[in-house]
């Protein structure tokens, strides 16, 4: 295997950033595995990436379903051998009421994919990771998971009071701390992304960012160099308040 080959897994990568995820790390030469869990619509961004020049392959992978995340990664293993960029950026936003009459289903529902997804696959790649001379781990976060601003009267988004999909991406970030604490003594750095409020199915396209922008935030903190920060949570402008 080539030495030099560079392999990112971007996890819900048939649409929206993650797509546009791959697609840029893609431009840089870099190999990229499109996490989906449809086999229909993995194998359309991939057509649709390939004829864009790029090193594609659709990776059936539901981040809710172990076994697929096991089969990924033997795929991944058996291909590859190592894995030096995994961008957990699959996520879902259910529709909640107030918090008062929200239930406890539909947060279990959200956390299931955005925190718990999140927590399987960089669990089960790893290994894979370890492996890389330069592992990256980017996991997909929101402003609206932020202590700060969600105290803020004054934030943008402060009318997004969605207890679930919040708090998912607060734990999120968490777990981004938790993993760059375990992985300080290593080459691997793992960093949350806020793509900003961008116009994707998620939101009905009523985000003001394009998912093009989106994306680089993410591509920046998947090809930090190795003097590159650990343990973060930015945007595509700097640092953002946890
Ligand atoms: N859009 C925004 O303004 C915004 C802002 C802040 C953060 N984010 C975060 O950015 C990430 C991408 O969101 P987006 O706006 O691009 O949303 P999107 O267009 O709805 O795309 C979400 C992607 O996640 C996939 N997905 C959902 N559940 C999955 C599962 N169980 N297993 C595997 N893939 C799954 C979807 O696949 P299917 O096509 O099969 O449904 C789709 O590929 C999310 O984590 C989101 O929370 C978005």
């Given at each position: 295997m080539n030495g030099t080959l560079k392999v990112a897994l971007v996890t819900g990568?048939?649409?929206g950033i993650g797509y546009e995820i791959a697609k840029q790390l893609g431009e840089k030469g870099i190999t990229v595995l499109i996490g989906a869990r449809d086999a229909a619509r993995g194998q359309e961004a991939e057509r649709s990436l390939k004829d864009q020049g790029i090193e594609a392959r659709f990776v059936r992978l539901d981040v809710t379903d172990q076994p697929s995340i096991d089969e990924a990664y033997h795929y991944i293993a058996d291909k590859?051998?190592?894995?030096?960029i995994l961008v957990n950026n699959a996520g879902i936003f259910l529709e909640e009421p107030l918090p008062s009459r929200n239930d406890v289903g539909t947060m279990q529902q959200v956390f299931d994919t955005n925190l718990f997804g999140v927590f399987r696959v960089t669990k089960a790649m790893l290994p894979l990771i370890r492996l890389s001379e330069q592992g990256r781990i980017v996991n997909a976060s929101s402003?609206?998971?932020s202590l700060t601003l969600m105290g803020d009267?004054?934030?943008?988004?402060?009318?997004?009071?969605?207890l679930g999909y919040n708090t998912s991406k607060t734990a999120v970030n968490a777990l981004t701390r938790f993993f760059a604490n375990e992985l300080m003594d290593t080459p691997i750095k793992v960093n949350a992304a806020d793509p900003g409020y961008c116009a994707t199915e998620m939101n009905g396209f009523t985000g003001y960012r394009a998912p093009q922008q989106g994306a680089r935030a993410a591509v920046w903190l998947a090809t930090l160099p190795a003097d590159g920060p650990t343990g973060g949570f930015y945007n595509e402008e700097g640092p953002l308040p946890w």
């Open positions: 990568a048939n649409k590859f051998g190592k894995l030096d402003s609206l998971g009267p004054n934030f943008e988004l402060a009318p997004f009071l969605v």
